[in-house]
């Protein structure tokens, strides 16, 4: 009898792989993939454009020496504040419970502790995927809808997005407002499947392919 075989991907920097999400985590993932020499990334968004919102974020000094290897720290910390210090106050009145020096930071480690907006944390990844064009494409505007886990022959995975439409947690596209527009600019919607020999989910919180990869484990996603 036939032993069966699992279909194999083929390794090696020719692997085609497949990032569903660009936030921080698909980002950096496909920028630390390219400077490991991987040349097939494509980088797939459900956004119009790369999100560069929200608040502050720290960057603290093991991030800061992992971007540095990455070659996007300068562009975040020319727009970073330095801590020099922290203080905890009691909120009642304002007694200071902890004080911290953070000279210690720059001197044993090399790197502040830095607080940066995070349009511009992911502004440096980003930045740092759009200078390695030929290793990391993008495809925006296009919602991941469901991740099929069965392998195909070749080994590889394939994934069905839907291209020019808002994603499910867009609170554009609750209102519909989005759909509308690009029913009126008659833009292309089609459904297709893709497949890549690696792909890996970054898609948030509110995750599609995980989602689908609990339902072929038979767990329920909580999220
Ligand atoms: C105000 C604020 C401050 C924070 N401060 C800190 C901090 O100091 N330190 C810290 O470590 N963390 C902090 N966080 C948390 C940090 O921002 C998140 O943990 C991080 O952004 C998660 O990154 P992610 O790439 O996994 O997800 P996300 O940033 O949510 O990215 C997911 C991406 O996938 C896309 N997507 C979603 N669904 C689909 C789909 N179906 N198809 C295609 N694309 C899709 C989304 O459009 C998005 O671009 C903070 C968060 C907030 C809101």
Sequence with gaps: MATPTTPQAPLGTQLSIAILGGGIAGLSTALALARQGFQDITIYEAAKGLGEVGAGINITINLARIMERLGCLDYARDRAVALEQYKVLESENDEQLTHVNLDYLQKDFGYPFLVVHRRDLQGAILKGC??????????LHTALLEVDYTPTPEGKTRFKVKRNVAPPTDPENVKGAADKKAQEEDLD??????EADLVIAADGIRS???????KKLGEEDHS
């Design 189 to 194: 919607r089609e459904e297709v499947w893709l």
């Design 130 to 139: 759009q200078s390695l064009p030929d290793q990391i494409k993008f495809q």
């Design 208 to 214: 599609v392919a995980r989602r689908d990869m609990l």
